[in-house]
């Protein structure tokens, strides 16, 4: 068959776009790209187009005529010796520059080895022609496209050690008073190691809890004002509540729970009774 020109773009027949919000990066190879095909770039992308691991060009936002170096091989010299197929096979890397979200999940532990969940969400973008040069560059294509979860493997190991700075030497019942402080080692220790995939950082958040779903209730508890004791006490009595058990209150009260009345007297019993005739 013979080389034709053909529209390379992003939209997908329905109109929608192939990249969406999760995918940062997506390959087309395609060995029917020749010179003259027309190129789309959408206005929230860069696309990059590659030879043989080459970049030939970087392009923008707008339509255009590629210029590739298999122009002469057209028609019959191509059918005869290519077999009807380009000898060169091109690349288009089309690079969203959308603001994308990730999410990072991850456990670290507290002073007392207590083990404290985390979920770190934060916006990430593509500013410029030379950071989409980076993504390629430093970041490989497992499959066709770059997607925010290769994103989040990349960086997981950076958040981690960033939050377990400062976890670690932090008692479990401070942690929140310090979430500011992991905020910031967060975001240092994310932009320094994004900007080497040409990745940019915008806004980051942190939340840490216990892991336990025991330690969280109680933790809460404490925050409204009860002490050690008198939060184990409530969790305890709701527990119980959850059960039916009428005793609950009792538990939350700290005081014994009695079946029937108060004694009104003593009455004596058995010999007692014959020694008193």
């Keep these: ?33 020749v010179s003259g095909s027309l190129l789309t770039v959408e206005s929230n992308h860069f696309c990059i187009l590659k030879s043989r691991g ?12 590629l210029q590739t170096p298999d122009k002469p091989l057209v028609g019959s010299v191509v059918q005869g010796f290519f077999g009807g197929s380009s000898p060169w096979v091109y690349e288009v890397i089309y690079i969203n520059r959308s603001k994308l979200l990730v999410r990072n999940e991850g456990v670290a532990t507290s002073a007392e080895m207590a083990e404290m969940s985390y979920v770190v969400d934060y916006y990430i973008h ?3 022609k030379e950071e989409a040069l980076d993504l390629i560059t430093h970041m490989p294509f497992a499959g066709a496209v770059i997607d925010t979860k290769e994103i989040a493997d990349y960086a997981g ?20 008073e310090r979430i500011s402080d992991v905020r910031e080692a967060v975001k240092a220790h994310l932009t320094d190691f994004l900007k080497v995939y040409g990745i ?22 404490q925050a409204i004002g009860l002490t050690p004791i008198e939060a184990v006490r409530y969790y305890l009595a709701l527990r119980m509540a959850d059960k039916g058990l009428v005793s609950a209150p009792n538990a939350a009260a ?13 009455y004596p019993l058995g010999d007692e009774v014959g020694a008193t005739r």
């Excluded at 992003?10 to 995918?23: E, I, M, N, W």
């Design 1 to 33: 068959m013979a080389i034709t020109r053909q529209v390379i773009t992003s939209l997908q027949r329905d109109g929608t776009d192939a990249l969406g919000t999760r995918t940062v990066a997506m390959k087309i190879v395609d060995e029917s790209i």
């Design 54 to 65: 080459a970049v030939l060009n970087v392009y923008e936002t707008g339509q255009y005529a």
């Design 126 to 128: 593509i500013d410029s």
């Design 157 to 176: 190991p950076a958040i981690e050690q960033a939050i377990n700075q400062i976890i670690q030497i932090t008692k479990m019942e401070n942690v929140n």
């Design 200 to 221: 940019m950082l915008n806004d980051l958040k942190v939340l840490i809890m216990p892991r336990d779903e025991r330690m969280r209730e109680l933790i809460s508890l």
């Design 254 to 266: 700290g005081v014994p729970f009695q079946i029937g009345g108060q004694p009104t007297g003593f």
